[in-house]
């Protein structure tokens, strides 16, 4: 059995960290392969951009909450990832809170990418958030995912400027780009074990 650095990737969305990250694996940037992509929205992009790649998609039904997984699917979210042997979760723009069970099976190795500079303005539409507050500087955090909303240890930050003429889809647009920047350096960077955690810090070793 080959030793690849396994990645299984969640989303809700159109999926364009998905592109970025599978890119990156085709590119031989991240040293992995994507075992598997789960999306809790049937007719999401990420599982169409998944399938176009020929890489195992599955939608799994979410059960009866708006904001979290009911314990059958959270069963079956384990499952397929266990199944699929990865070594690694990745959240690109899954919209729902992971709890206990799924955060111990995957203990330290669930990272999800925010569009702000946590700790500032997490959960929903950060960008709009960072531009009602009036912030000159917005930008992207890839954190490890513990209990808290968008709370773990920070992996990686990238920041943009906000503009005078910005609306809230013109900065949205721009922390979009950076995200496709910066997550796939950290996902690159896991799976090359070049990153440590010590309580709520994380060091990157010089590659
Ligand atoms: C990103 O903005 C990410 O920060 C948030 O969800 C969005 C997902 O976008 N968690 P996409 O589906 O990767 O295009």
Not at 9 to 14: D, E, R, W, Y
Not at 113 to 119: C, G, N, R, T, V
Request: net charge positive; aromatic share 8%; glycine share 8%.
């Amino acid at each position: 059995m080959s030793n690849t650095f396994r990645i299984g990737v969640l989303g809700s969305g159109k999926g364009s960290n998905f592109v970025a990250i599978a890119d990156a694996v085709t590119a031989g940037i991240i040293p992995a392969e994507i075992a598997i992509v789960l999306s809790d929205v049937a007719d999401a992009g990420i599982l169409a951009h998944a399938r176009e790649r020929k890489l195992p998609a599955q939608f799994i039904t979410p059960g009866k909450f708006r904001t979290k997984l009911d314990e059958d699917a959270e069963r079956a979210f384990v499952a397929a990832l266990q199944q699929a042997r990865v070594d690694l979760v990745v959240l690109a723009g899954f919209m729902r809170v992971l709890k206990g069970d799924f955060l111990r099976a995957f203990e330290g190795r669930i990272v999800n990418i925010h569009p702000s500079l946590l700790p500032c303005f997490p959960g929903l539409q950060s960008w709009k958030q960072a531009l009602d507050h009036g912030v000159k500087i917005a930008g992207c955090t890839v954190h490890f995912v513990d209990a808290g909303v968008d709370a773990g240890p920070i992996i990686g930050q990238q920041s943009v400027p906000v503009l005078d003429n910005d609306t809230p889809e013109s900065l949205h647009q721009r922390i979009h780009a950076a995200e496709h920047d910066l997550y796939p350096k950290c996902v690159a960077a896991f799976a090359k074990k070049e990153i440590s955690v010590a309580g709520r810090r994380v060091f990157w070793k010089k590659s």
